[in-house]
């Protein structure tokens, strides 16, 4: 109980410095300013010279599919293997040579891809200049941008304790801006009861009927159970988790008294921060809490990219872009080799 409410909420120091706003916290009864759309422009903009500019260059093919056969185009026939889609199999050829054989597609060349994008009250904690909430809409719309620059779509579900808003998968820089637009003019939500994850992938695996990439923006501070709904997400889409951190998750610092609050149910705890006990088990629980997020998206094959609000996105993005062409590499190795040629030596026609 004392780490999920440490890890989910900014703290309230109380002592010498108690008269010092939080990081990241709205005074009562306040609403945030509503951005117009110029400012989602500035926001685009901003992206367009600091981050795309910089990766000018790395961004060749990012319209490639990662998917094998899911094109309408037969090109090939070979032996199947342990990772193959079961709809694939050629059952006139496997009768024939008695070996299960399946039927390699072209790839289609236009990409969709998804945006579930967490927006629970937990992501508006931050220790520095940027909250998580700030990070995620940066990556969001960086993404969707860099996704639609070739004609691909690109389509979000936004998360705020139910999922309250789906934007359908569209192309182009204005659906880009309407995006940047929908995430900068939502509030930051007060206590709205604790994150259930499994809600949002169980809805995205009903709403997404086409394969497509799905980037799950999200800090995984959740009920318990989101594996199951994310794993079947991932059997037919190709998945990304991409992890919301801040330092203060991870490491308690030695601040003295301080009243922490969960942001998500309005439960407050006092503390003392400076009992280097406190501050052990603090780090230790946090520790356990990040391996067990990266243990289980391991169990379900879920590749995992994390953002920390004191890091650059520019470097999430080239980690992005590098497991991606990896993941190419891997594809395109198990698409070619020995078993293809096999099926010509026994007179099958390709």
């Given amino acids: 109980m004392l780490a999920r409410l440490l890890r989910r909420g900014p703290a309230k120091p109380s002592g010498p410095d108690a008269g010092a706003s939080s990081v990241g916290a709205v005074p009562a009864g306040a609403r945030p300013a509503m951005p117009s759309s110029a400012e989602a422009e500035r926001l685009l903009r901003r992206l ?80 520095g200049a940027r ?14 941008r860099i996704i639609a620059m070739r004609g691909n779509r ?3 579900m936004l998360y705020g304790g139910t999922v309250d808003t789906v934007l359908p998968a569209r192309s182009g820089r204005l659906h880009v801006l309407s995006l940047a637009d929908r995430l900068l003019r939502r ?21 997404i009927r086409r394969r497509s990439a799905v980037f799950v923006l999200t800090d995984f501070i959740s009920r318990p159970g ?8 991932a059997e037919r889409h190709d998945v990304l988790a991409v992890r919301l951190t801040d330092p ?12 922490f609050e969960d942001p998500e ?8 921060a400076g009992d280097p006990a406190l501050r052990e088990r603090f780090d230790r629980l946090a520790h356990e809490q990040s391996e067990a997020v990266e243990a289980a998206l391991a169990r379900i094959g879920v590749p995992l990219l994390t953002l920390s609000t004191d890091r650059s996105i520019v470097d ?3 980690v992005y872009l590098q497991l991606r062409r990896h993941r190419q590499r891997v594809a395109s190795r198990a698409a070619i080799g020995p078993p293809a040629l096999t099926v010509v030596r026994q007179g099958v026609a390709a």
């Fill in 248 to 259: 203060f998750e991870s490491v308690l610092p030695d601040v003295g008294l301080m009243t």
């Fill in 131 to 144: 909250t998580k909430r700030d990070i995620t809409i940066e990556f969001a719309v960086l993404m969707a």
């Fill in 316 to 318: 999430a993005v080239l």
């Fill in 48 to 127: 367009e010279w600091t981050v795309l500019r910089r990766l000018d260059g790395l961004l060749q093919g990012d319209f490639r599919t990662l998917f094998r056969g899911a094109g309408v185009d037969l090109v090939d026939l070979r032996e199947y293997q342990l990772h193959d889609d079961v709809r694939h199999i050629d059952w006139n050829v496997t009768a024939r040579l008695q070996i299960p054989h399946v039927r390699q597609y072209a790839e289609d060349r236009e990409m969709a891809a998804w945006l579930l994008t967490d927006l629970s009250p937990s992501t508006g904690f931050g220790s």
């Fill in 187 to 207: 509030p930051v939500l007060g206590a709205v009861g604790a994150t259930d994850l499994a809600a949002l992938f169980a809805r995205a695996a009903r709403t």
């Fill in 154 to 156: 690109v389509g979000a």
């Fill in 265 to 272: 149910t309005g439960e407050q705890l006092f503390v003392d």
């Fill in 226 to 233: 989101w594996e199951r709904s994310l794993g079947r997400l």
